[in-house]
């Protein structure tokens, strides 16, 4: 049984992801103002409004075809725009970037403009055509096509902006931080250690995924209210980011009493898998993203080691606030301290760690880019809060050094 933060994790993801329902909900909306200003709008007053409802049609007409010119723009430069940040950047990216708000408020304007329009169209063939059209309608259309032009302007300038190597990298580097706090935020009631080691009992029962995709939330309020029922211990071994399959063993919980299978399919519905990693709360994820784009800049068809090296320097930052922040294994413990919830979560040295490793197996030839690298690892040695973090980052800045030393790389200077 799927919790309902689970079912409503669906609905947001779905809301997200579906650029065309926004469209829909933007044409619904035109049709019912359209109706509504018709109907209940005042009547004109023929010493101060004299449009007919003949020149209101060509009115609309001319300002519908408006729309549609300005939508084919619109489009034509988000094909450029998706093409150009697929192959530069990351496919990845480009997801984000979709899955932004901004897209929708266009492709709504559009569609309540447009619908607007066409009804009004429509609900003017029943009157006479030398008649006094609505004014309330006309002036609907008239700043429904003002907002509309202005968001074609906005649209424009923010999508070329976001082709720019450093605002799409600092723009990542925002979105992790929003991640992080999200993720602060579902951590809220929860205790944060490093690492935490516990056996696994003989009478342990597992925990098996309940479909293929990628772990996004386990909603440990709701476990914990199921534990207060049973006595034990519940592990969840697959943290957010995770990648399971379904059946697959994701944990084990072990109870004085048996467990029937309907309490099995309540443990596992604190646990929402979804098809696809969601970029908002997924750390890991965003983290990706921003190493993607690095990968890319220094692989052998671009060749550009510079933007590697601001991919590093975000990357410090960013671990830098990972730091500042509740990274690690989620726990709950009972009244005499024993940890009764369990869920595996990476901390600041495991990002920092992976991260860096691929940036420097990719760009460890060249001496700007391991100059850098050196400074993630000893600027996370230095705000590592865990002995754990600390140990990894120092072998992380032990193998950069190493390869610095060993390597014969291209020579220069990050200026």
Partial sequence: ???????????????????????????????????????????????????????????????LALVFTGLSIVLALTALTAGTMASKFSPRLLRMRLRGGG??????????????????????????GDALAPPITMMVSVILLIVTGIMIIWYINRTLQSLRVDQAVRWIGKRIVRAVKEHDHALRHDEVVAELDIERPSDAVDLVAPDHGHVVRVDTDRLSTLMTRHQGCVVIESGTGSPVIRDEPIGWISTSSPLSRHDLDEFVGCVTVTKTRDPESDIGYTISVLVDIGLMALSPAVNDPRTGVQCTEVLTEVCAELSLHKLGVRTRRNAGGTPTIVVAGDTMGDFLDAAG????????????VTAALLRLGRQGQRFATSDRD????????????SKRTSGSGSQGRAW
Avoid: H
């Fill in 1 to 63: 049984m799927r919790s309902s933060r689970g079912v409503l994790d669906d609905i947001t993801t779905a809301l997200e992801e579906n650029q065309e329902i926004t469209a829909i909900g933007g044409a619904i909306a035109g049709a019912f103002l359209a109706t509504a200003t018709e109907r209940y709008g005042a009547e004109a007053d023929p010493e101060t409004f004299a449009i007919t409802v003949e020149q209101a049609r060509a009115s609309l007409l001319s300002a």
């Fill in 103 to 128: 897209n929708k408020w266009v492709l709504g304007t559009f569609a309540l403009t447009a619908s607007f329009i066409v009804t009004s169209q429509l609900l003017l063939r029943s009157r006479a």
């Fill in 357 to 368: 490793r691929q940036l420097l197996l990719y760009g460890g030839d060249d001496r700007t």
């Fill in 390 to 401: 600390r140990q990894l980052a120092r072998a992380f800045t032990d193998d950069v050094e």
